[in-house]
């Protein structure tokens, strides 16, 4: 069940980031949604820390903390 919920938590985050991007214009949401869906493959495969550690900052920084 926990693995369900981390999934879906990642999940949010890439949405909620790609949403972000809808209000940049159209050269800068391009290069930014490939870079989200770059970030969000090469963590797939990381140690359980790394994951949490990106996870933090990726929250922090779309929430603008």
Do not use: N, W
């Not at 493959?41 to 603008?64: N, Q, W, Y």
């Amino acid at each position: 069940m926990a693995a369900c919920t981390h999934v879906s938590q990642v999940r949010a985050l890439y949405k909620r980031i790609l949403v972000l991007h809808r209000f940049l214009p159209i050269h800068l949401r391009a290069l930014g949604d490939q870079y989200v869906k770059d970030e969000f493959r090469r963590h797939k495969s990381a140690a359980p820390e790394e994951v949490r550690s990106f996870m933090t900052e990726c929250i922090d920084t779309c929430l603008g903390f």
